[in-house]
């Protein structure tokens, strides 16, 4: 005879966007002092980013104020992540979603917002080792004005950070404390935003922003680099987003060592991590030895590695660009041995004592 279990039903959603949020998170590495190093997995928000938060705020402030009413169109450059949420948001809510792009931006992230019904709109990159960032966004403004679309303007959007405050409080409620945060910066919104709302929750948080050397946001002189998703380049115009009293220290990274994290944490963990995610990582465990005893440092892991198996994970891209170095790899995996060494003896020491 069956027994009919009398069970509360599931609660499916009938949408990707209510999906977003409640990232899990992964301890990467631990000292013998107790000092651990948390990653914030963003990849496991629908489209693969933590982007697709800003996109649902930016949009659905929009409505409210009514400056995007029902069928219209929106338009934004993006290196890809935002677009990817902004197409999402706008193929759920009936919007027309053109996204101004470059060469510069990862081939499988231009190709899924395509998939997802996006227009793309695509500028010159000639320069190697360069985002043609100033451009996408005078071509933006230009189609903008040209056709009265939508432009979020995500570097300015105050949604961009306020997007982020149920990240802040995801982190919140899940750590006992969070004494470092880092994360890279680009608009400027992931890092500042969750600070903000971690800061207004009474967490006493010491927030380190990563930018790829070769980018102007910590006042470099700047030049050419290869990290997508972070940075501004020479000539570009920072946005209201990147908020200075938010962030205690500014830190450049070389697209070798913010590759060569992004590579190592792969095949440690099986995860595959974008390449400012990456750098924000090699910062991290740069760092992880010298924090006082107990400290839980924090990374924000922007976006998915499966969007870059053509340039970060393939070794033939690298060695084109004189990006691949083995001595760095080797160099990051004796770190990783040494704090795992640290805690065993760490662990082997109470022990004797407890027995002595």
């Known amino acids: 005879m069956l027994t009919t279990l009398n069970r509360p039903a599931a609660v499916v959603p009938d949408r990707a966007s209510d999906l977003i949020g409640n990232t899990p998170l992964l301890e990467l590495a631990r000292t013998g002092t107790g000092t651990r190093l948390v ?42 992540n935002t677009g990817l949420g902004l197409a999402l948001i706008a193929l759920e809510r009936g919007y027309r979603f053109t996204a101004v792009v470059d060469g510069h931006a990862s081939k499988d992230k231009l190709r899924a917002m395509a998939a997802t019904g996006a227009e793309l709109v695509f500028v010159d990159s000639s320069g190697a080792g360069g985002p043609s960032t100033v451009e996408r966004r005078r071509v933006a403004d230009e189609i903008a004005r040209r056709t009265g679309a939508f432009r979020p303007d995500q570097h300015n959007n105050p949604g961009n950070c306020a997007g982020y405050a149920e990240l802040a409080r995801e982190l919140f409620d899940a750590l006992p404390s969070i004494d470092h945060l880092i994360g890279a910066v680009g608009t400027g919104g992931s890092l500042c935003g969750t600070t903000r709302e971690l800061r ?157």
């Open 200 to 356: 207004r929750l009474g967490a006493s948080v010491t927030t380190i922003g990563v930018e790829p050397a070769g980018s102007i946001i910590f006042g470099g002189p700047g030049g050419p680099y290869w990290q997508t998703g972070a940075g501004s380049p020479p000539g570009f115009t920072i946005g209201a987003n990147v908020d200075y009293t938010c962030i205690d220290e500014g830190l450049q990274v070389s697209d070798i060592d913010a590759f060569t994290s992004a590579r190592v944490v792969a095949r440690r963990t099986g995860l595959l991590v974008g390449g400012t995610a990456g750098a924000a990582v090699h910062v991290a465990l740069r760092r992880l030895a010298v924090l006082p005893a107990g400290s839980t440092v924090v990374v924000l892991v922007c976006d998915a590695g499966e969007k870059y198996l053509d340039t970060i994970y393939d070794d033939e891209w690298l060695r084109a660009r004189q990006l691949l170095n083995e001595a760095a790899h080797q160099r990051l995996y004796r770190l990783l041995n040494a704090y795992a060494d640290s805690v065993r003896i760490a662990a082997g020491d109470r022990r004797q004592r407890a027995s002595a």
């Open 39 to 80: 990653l914030k997995l963003e990849q496991f928000n629908p489209t693969g980013s933590g982007k697709v938060r800003i996109a649902r705020r930016m949009i659905e402030d929009a409505e409210r104020s009514g400056a995007l009413r029902p069928g219209g169109h929106i338009v934004e450059p993006t290196s890809g």
